[in-house]
């Protein structure tokens, strides 16, 4: 025994040692896994890296061709501003490549979401600006046009043609402001000032007013024309103090700084990787060695058990043949016990049902002694009031000896032997045979209220459900110490019959109600009660397939539910004991 010890706490030991083997297996995994996701996300950041780098070089190619653009935006006002708008869509979808998408910059850091805000405000205001830029310079072409329809229309005036230098002073004006509309300059400026005075000058000399209105008409579109090539050239200048530039500029530095260390990372975790790729390969070594051992070592004790085992077949085979045979003696003691337990109950229930069988008896009895002695006082002559009486008295005694007949079929029907039978059986009618038996028990001080419903019939032993209601009933009747009131409830609830029974008695505790289906258990004085009635009906009511449950609190009174399935059984409807078992008020 000592060395069957010894060897179950070997083999306890390796399980241990097995389990704990097999969660740092588990972790080791873990953590490579870990390292290996660390490790080959690299790759994914590199092309995103590569398209995040390329879209940061669009927006600064865009950036710079919109600045191209504005600047040259005077040089090409034949060909309207379409380069411009162009210029513009590719600068506000590089823009919202940057901000948004799969590889946007949005979300990676702290210090990249801050330039990256910066950078969006300040395209915003470019945008802006752009918009009113575009709007002076369609303005600027109109003037320019107006410049050109007004000039030629002068030149064809005949007094301008006499005039050489009339003639000459409008050509170098249109000439002038034509430049100063291109690029403003303050000589320029100045010059055209000297020039309008000069044809100014000459207006006097003009033959009608229409062409002196012609020069009063050029001179104010190249006054008009000088004011919006200067507000034009204010927008350059705001345009040029916008930093775009710098806040991408500034932009792709965090972002690049970001990168550099998500890749330091990386090359961290690598190197992690390697070593402890080395030190796993390592410790699996010395895991092969001492499992090498520890098989050695289990060979041994698969010896040593085998030996045990042999020893202990005989040893079980020894107590299994003591444990048959414990198991016969209690089988035969506790068939004893119920046996004197229902020796004892059936001695109180028949005093009981004497008492109920004696009453009719006795009034048919006097019922018969006074029909004969009125036969022989008469001597043979009677008359019609005593054939009434006679009649009378008969009726009273055939229904006595219906009484005594009904209770002898209940007896009957309740004390047949069915343990093995299933039958079909109306719940109802049992519990009023049930009823009949205890009659005695339930004194004039008890009511007993029926609430029953149409049943259908149920499969099951039909004796032993007569002794669940009867041990029930009589339960009740003993809680309420002669007086109070039984009500008994029958209904159907979804597959199953419901029998509740519920008195108007003094009640039970929470600890009474969580041992009162034990076997032994019962709260009456000594030899009042033995404690197996309500266990054998917890017995039966299991063994029928069904269930009991009990609601009580102490002086309000017991509600005992017992629920069946109307299909029958699932399991035999044998009780425990091969005797009839009638127990009363053990509760």
């Not at 008359?383 to 005594?404: C, V």
């Not at 609601?551 to 017992?562: H, I």
Request: aromatic fraction near 6%; hydrophobic fraction near 40%; glycine fraction near 6%.
């Amino acid at each position: 025994m000592v060395q069957m010890g010894v060897s179950r706490r070997t083999a306890r030991g390796f399980s241990v040692q097995r389990l704990i083997a097999l969660l740092a297996i588990a972790l080791a995994l873990g953590v490579i896994s870990f390292l290996l996701w660390k490790t080959l996300r690299n790759p994914l950041e590199t092309g995103l890296h590569i398209i995040r780098l390329e879209q940061l070089d669009t927006a600064a190619k865009a950036d710079a061709e919109l600045n191209q653009q504005i600047a040259r935006g005077r040089l090409s006002l034949d060909s309207g501003p379409q380069e411009l708008e162009l210029s513009r869509d590719r600068f506000t979808v590089a823009q919202e490549a940057v901000s948004s998408g799969q590889a946007s910059l949005a979300g990676l850091a702290q210090p990249i979401d801050t330039a990256l805000t910066h950078y969006n405000t300040v395209a915003q205001s470019k945008l802006s600006l752009l918009n009113d830029y575009s709007a002076k310079l369609a303005r600027l072409a109109q003037h320019f046009t107006v410049l050109r329809v007004a000039g030629i229309s002068l030149l064809s005036a005949p007094s301008v043609n006499a005039s050489e230098e009339l003639r000459k002073n409008v050509m170098s004006i249109l000439r002038e402001a034509t430049a100063y509309g291109i690029q403003s300059s303050p000589t320029n400026g100045g010059y055209i000032d000297e020039l309008g005075q000069e044809i100014v000058a000459a207006e006097e000399g003009l033959a009608n007013d229409a062409e002196r209105g012609a020069v009063r008409h050029l001179l104010s579109t190249v006054d008009s024309l000088r004011s919006a090539a200067d507000q034009l050239q204010v927008l350059t200048e705001e345009f040029d103090a916008v930093p775009s530039g710098p806040a991408l500029y500034d932009l792709r530095t965090a972002y690049e700084k970001h990168f550099y260390n998500l890749q330091s990372t990386a090359r961290s975790y690598r190197q992690t990787l390697a070593v402890y790729a080395v030190a796993l390969l390592l410790a699996f070594g010395v895991i092969a060695v001492r499992l090498r051992s520890s098989f050695s070592t289990l060979d041994s004790l698969n010896s040593e058990l085998q030996n045990a085992n042999v020893n202990l077949e005989q040893i079980v085979d020894k107590r299994t043949q003591a444990l048959s045979k414990a198991l016969d003696d209690l089988k035969m003691q506790q068939g004893q016990l119920i046996q004197s337990e229902k020796m004892a109950s059936l001695g109180q229930m028949v005093a009981g049902v004497a008492h109920e069988i004696n009453t009719p008896l006795g009034y048919a009895s006097s019922n018969v002694e006074i029909v004969r002695e009125t036969m022989q006082a008469m001597d043979g002559e009677v008359d019609a009031e005593s054939i009434l009486e006679f009649d009378t008295l008969l009726a009273d005694t055939e229904y006595g000896l219906k009484q005594i007949a009904e209770l002898v079929m209940s007896l009957k029907d309740f004390s047949r032997v069915d343990r093995s039978q299933s039958q079909l059986f109306d719940l109802n009618e049992g519990i009023e045979t049930a009823l009949k038996i205890c009659n005695s028990q339930l004194k004039d001080g008890v009511k007993v209220t029926r609430m029953f419903a149409d049943l259908p019939e149920i499969s099951c032993a039909p004796s032993q459900l007569n002794q669940v209601f009867l041990n029930l009933i009589t339960n009740a009747a003993q809680a309420m110490d002669g007086k109070g009131q039984i009500c008994i409830r029958t209904s159907v609830v979804d597959d199953n019959v419901e029998v509740a029974i519920s008195d108007s008695g003094s009640g039970m505790d929470e600890e009474t109600r969580a041992h009162i289906f034990e076997p032994f258990f019962t709260t009456k004085p000594v030899g009042k009660g033995t404690g197996l009635g309500l266990s054998i009906v917890f017995r039966i009511i299991e063994d029928h397939g069904g269930t009991i449950r009990v609601e009580s609190e102490l002086g309000k009174g017991t509600e005992f539910f017992v629920r069946l399935p109307i299909v029958g059984a699932s399991k035999s409807a044998d009780v425990i004991s091969e005797q009839d078992v009638v127990v009363l008020g053990d509760a």
